[in-house]
């Protein structure tokens, strides 16, 4: 409110009587202007804007109750205060004057005490209204501005307001939605059906309190056709006696989030490829099926599909016409599956590489044989045209062989010991002459369940493992402080408490998809040691521990592997993960994102294995690698074989070039070290150096 004193338009004819109104309200504090009729008042208004008009009613060329008639015209004098000074009292009059737009009048003779009064209310209510309709505006200009829609309704729930963003979702503009129930603007339908919600605003109106719209709910646009993903919420408006007056409805537009979200969850659940679920979700629906048999005394199936001949086209077409007929042959399954109605539920996966997963919920052992050997007739009935580059046409036909493992009431066992169950018995139907199917006996597991039972446990329990660590030596002394390099290997304890040796068991942790829980447990159970020895880190120089290929294709791998990493402090260039030559040719693309990735932050990778091509090179050109591991193989050979002499020189002299630093493994002899020094490697390991020792017993 300004602090300048009001404005004051007089406006009368007798210069007797305009003169003493000046006189007395200027006293007052007021600054006045003065008029003589009505049409200077007019044009005076225009001009200054006054903030109260004072006029006689009675003078020539325009009176005060016209002229009062035609300033209330103007836009800007809607809530000018006119005060009619008048010696007419009739009520015909008095009411012509209110009409005309008159806030007030005042009787001749003037009574000064009470027109002062009357003046300074007047102006008194107008600075009230005019900061009310200041607030207002904000208000409206805020609700206007803001990204949520708003809505507000009277206390039967009747529209009374809607800004430009409920305008937008809705599609009704707030004059023409006035009046109208918040149901038949607010149009709620459930995002999945389709069908009409009702927003609880009675239980908001009744019981006073702030209300949640429902989940998975759409607002439905005037036109029918658009709809909009919605979060919403309505509170009650209530007055200063705590009177609930209406509703305030406050919701945004998360149609993009919903989609981002419903996008991330899908991918979370499916494999990128097929489309199918992936393993971690068949997974878990097997879980829930095991844990619900405990309670309802049903019979379901597991089917442990493995195509025939796969790699035959993967390998002569190359690695997209095997992602094509993978797509293709996960049509196919799918279609069939869904042709079939003697389940309940059925859950299609894609477990990794060529193998496939069914759950078939409430199925018989007779009906799931019955879906398999349909599976296997429709796969071999299956044309695959592929056209390469050269535009050389080429048609393949294929089979699958499937494992089958009943579920009953009678069954006893863990999710991953029914999965082993199932690979078991689809190794039986390749055995038995491919593409068919096989119900899982007691001999197919043989020696290989004993093993998947034994890792499981061994996992589980501490000691269960050991870690055990070989020197990597420098081949020729360095200055300075000594440098320590060892490489962590991995023993498993047998029941009778020997240790067996990763040869005896690796090959079946990779057939029954173990290796990335093994190399987790390296990975947690080597840095959790080193963090508890922080002598043995102080002077540690590196640290190396082999990561497969397998844990690599695991896409939880990498996230656990990081939160590995950032719970102990180990500092990123103390590890060198080690990765196979294999693995770096066939998963080429999730090896280079593993070692940008973890490069960047300081840890350091080597290429094990390597040797098996020179054309590998290509690989570690785009591969920031800090050593290569010369193939054990060649080592082995270098002392009397010229041309394994001469291979293990030449990628010694490449890797020099591109700046990487070369370890010859597997070094068994003094004629071994002897050669390695002539071409001057850079590391030495093996157990003519070293032989491997316990780094402790952890878990």
Request: aromatic share 8%; proline share 3%.
């Amino acid at each position: 409110m300004s602090n300048l004193p009001a404005r004051i338009l007089v406006v009368d004819d007798a210069p007797l009587l305009r003169g003493l109104l000046i006189q007395v309200l200027q006293k007052y504090g007021y600054e006045v202007a003065a008029a003589e009729d009505g049409q200077q008042a007019i044009d005076h208004f225009i001009k200054c804007r006054p903030d109260l008009i004072l006029m006689d009613a009675d003078m020539p060329i325009l009176d005060g109750v016209a002229a009062c008639a035609r300033i209330r015209q103007l836009p800007e004098a809607k809530y000018l205060p006119i005060i009619i000074v008048t010696s007419y009292q009739e009520r015909e009059w008095v009411d012509r004057a209110y009409a005309a737009g008159a806030t007030d009048y005042v009787t001749k003779p003037v009574n000064w005490d009470v027109l002062r009064n009357r003046i300074h209310y007047i102006l008194q209510a107008k600075h009230s209204e005019e900061a009310l309709f200041d607030e207002k505006e904000k208000a409206q200009v805020t609700l206007a501005s803001i990204g949520d829609g708003v809505i507000t309704t009277d206390a039967q729930g009747q529209i009374e307001y809607l800004n430009p963003v409920a305008t937008k979702l809705t599609g009704w503009f707030n004059e023409e939605a006035q009046g109208f129930s918040l149901s038949q603007v607010f149009a709620l339908i459930d995002e999945i059906n389709g069908q009409p919600l009702e927003f609880p605003l009675n239980e908001c109106l009744a019981a006073g309190k702030t209300v949640e719209i429902v989940k998975d709910s759409a607002l439905l646009h005037r036109d029918g056709v658009q709809k909009f993903a919605i979060e919403s919420s309505a509170a009650p408006i209530r007055d200063r006696d705590n009177t609930i007056i209406g509703v305030v409805l406050v919701f945004h537009d998360v149609t993009e989030n919903r989609k981002l979200t419903q996008k991330l969850a899908y991918q979370a659940k499916h494999d990128p490829l097929t489309r199918l679920y992936n393993i971690h979700a068949f997974n878990v629906q097997l879980e829930s099926v095991l844990q619900n048999q405990q309670v309802a005394e049903t019979e379901h199936a597991l089917l442990f599909m493995d195509l025939d001949q796969f790699k035959i086209i993967n390998d002569t077409c190359g690695h997209d016409a095997g992602d094509q007929l993978l797509k293709k042959v996960a049509l196919v399954l799918e279609k069939e599956v869904n042709t079939h109605p003697t389940f309940s539920k059925a859950t299609l996966a894609r477990l990794g590489g060529d193998e496939f997963g069914l759950l078939l919920e409430c199925c018989s052992l007779e009906s799931a044989l019955e879906v398999g050997k349909h599976l296997c007739e429709r796969i071999q009935d299956f044309k695959f045209l592929w056209t390469n580059t050269q535009h050389e046409k080429g048609i393949f036909t294929i089979g699958i062989s499937i494992g089958l493992v009943p579920v009953t009431s009678t069954t006893v066992a863990s999710q991953k010991s029914l999965m082993a169950m199932a690979d078991a018995a689809c190794y039986a139907a390749k055995n038995a002459g491919r593409n068919r199917v096989h119900v899982y006996q007691e001999s197919d597991a043989g020696t290989d369940i004993h093993w998947v039972s034994l890792i499981n446990d061994n996992l589980e329990r501490t000691n269960g493992f050991s870690l055990f660590h070989q020197a990597i030596l420098p081949l020729y002394p360095t200055i300075g402080k000594p440098k320590v390099c060892y490489e962590i290997l991995l023993r498993m304890n047998n029941l009778q408490g020997q240790l067996v040796s990763p040869g005896a068991f690796l090959s079946i942790a990779e057939r029954y998809n173990l290796m990335s829980t093994i190399d987790h447990w390296v990975v947690y159970n080597t840095l959790k040691w080193l963090t508890n020895h922080p002598d043995y880190l102080e002077k540690l120089t590196l640290v190396t521990i082999n990561i497969s290929g397998y844990s690599l294709a695991d896409n939880h791998f990498f996230d656990i592997l990081v939160q590995n990493l950032q719970q102990f402090a180990v500092p990123p260039r103390k590890l060198c993960f080690e990765i196979s030559e294999t693995t770096m040719i066939t998963n080429f693309a999730r090896v280079l994102k593993f070692i940008t990735t973890l490069k960047a932050q300081g840890y350091r990778f080597a290429i094990d294995n390597f040797g098996s091509s020179m054309s590998s090179f290509t690989y570690v050109q785009d591969l920031s690698v800090d050593f290569l591991k010369i193939d054990g193989t060649l080592i082995r050979n270098i002392a009397k074989n010229s041309i394994s002499y001469a291979l293990v020189k030449s990628i010694n002299t490449i890797a020099h070039l591109m700046d990487v630093q070369t370890i010859a493994e597997s070094v068994e002899t003094q004629e071994m070290f002897d050669k390695l020094k002539e071409i001057q490697v850079d590391y030495v390991q093996g157990y003519y150096l070293d032989k491997p020792k316990l780094l402790g017993n952890v878990g």
